[in-house]
């Protein structure tokens, strides 16, 4: 099974410029619902389904003076015979009127709790019943109140196609007259008649169009509201990670000085012991020339062992107690003595001794 998403995708963008288009359109015609308005009328316009009549409200009363046909407004060039208009000196509060033919009537009862929504209502109900496509209806309405005890409010609707009342305001236009009102009457001469949603198709086109530019520029402006946040975001998440990564750099430092530092202080403490030790190598040479000088030529050293300032050594001699005095008098050794017994082998004139003794000055 393939899918056509070209197809697809185009079939979906329809359906949501038609939903965007009913919705402005609804929104528009709701702002300019208006309830029917009772003020008196010096100019009226009646479009039946042959043309207009035009009649004129003076001190006098109400008077026809003149009628344009259909085919009149549409033949080619000037409406001809309609100088009767410059009788009407007052071109204000002018009426546009359609006669029955023009309209569709109903009469519907609506629930006492619905009074503030008559108009969504009213249209709701009108919607399934009326000929025409939604977005082409226009309508208006008119309440009276129920007989008492009744939860109920009566409600006469009239309904017409927005096509009517264009081709109607346009046959106005051409006769250099601007309805303020496009209403219906049961009664052509009727003081006052339903007033239909939406006097002016311009208006409604206009604020369709102001309320579809105003939710662009909202969309815009949240659209850059947004793009500047995340980018605010990305800012302030690669100068985190750059502080982050600053801050590792500055523990991997920091650790890298105290590793430096200790192995500055053991080299330290090591050249410390090498310069002590340098400065007691020459007591040491000296007790050892001593020691030599000490020693007679029938006495031989076996073992020699310098911790430091205390030396231990062993041999032979035919004379070991006679070196106790030899190391003594020199400057270089004190507390001389045997560490052990002195022996001699049979057979052997030479003595095994054992003495210990320690090194003047700072031998370590």
Wanted: hydrophobic share 40%; net charge positive; with cysteine.
């Amino acid at each position: 099974m393939s899918i056509d998403l070209v197809t697809a995708g185009k079939a979906t963008q329809g359906a949501i410029s038609q939903f965007l288009s009913w919705w402005f359109d609804g929104l528009s015609a709701y702002i300019l619902a208006r309830r029917p308005q009772h003020s008196q009328w010096k100019t009226l316009l009646f479009k039946t389904a042959k043309g207009i009549k035009i009649y004129s409200r003076n001190v006098e009363g109400v008077s026809q003076i003149g009628h344009v046909s259909d085919a009149a407004f549409n033949a080619p060039g000037p409406i001809p015979n309609v100088a009767f208009l410059s009788q009407l000196t007052n071109r204000k509060n002018v009426v546009l009127r359609l006669g029955k033919d023009q309209v569709l009537q109903n009469e519907m009862q609506i629930p006492m709790g619905a009074r503030d929504v008559i108009g969504p209502v009213v249209r709701n109900q009108l919607e399934r019943i009326v000929p025409w496509p939604t977005s082409q209806m226009c309508f208006g309405y008119e309440v009276a109140e129920g007989e008492k005890g009744t939860e109920h409010i009566n409600v006469t609707a009239v309904t017409t196609s927005w096509k009517i009342v264009d081709e109607a305001l346009a046959q106005a236009k051409r006769l250099n007259i601007e309805p303020d009102s496009v209403e219906f009457a049961k009664r052509a001469k009727s003081e006052t008649g339903i007033t239909f949603i939406g006097t002016h198709t311009d208006n409604r086109h206009k604020i369709a169009s102001r309320i579809a530019s105003v939710l662009a520029i909202a969309a815009i402006v949240s659209i850059a509201i947004s793009a500047t946040g995340m980018m605010r975001l990305v800012f302030l998440g690669s100068e985190l990670r750059a502080q982050e990564e600053a801050l590792t750099n500055s523990r991997l430092s920091a650790a890298e000085v105290r590793r430096l530092g200790e192995e500055n202080l053991a080299l330290v403490q090591q050249r410390r012991r090498i310069v002590e030790k340098r400065k007691a190598a020459p007591v040491v040479v000296m007790a050892l020339e001593a020691l030599s000088k000490a020693l007679p030529d029938n006495s031989y050293l076996i073992k020699l062992e310098i911790q430091g300032r205390l030396v231990r050594m062993s041999g032979t001699s035919s004379d070991a107690a006679s070196l106790i005095n030899r190391l003594e008098t020199s400057p270089h050794y004190f507390d001389v003595s045997f560490s052990a017994p002195t022996t001699r082998q049979t057979n052997n004139i030479a003595e095994t001794f054992s003495i210990s003794a320690k090194i003047e000055g700072d031998a370590q």
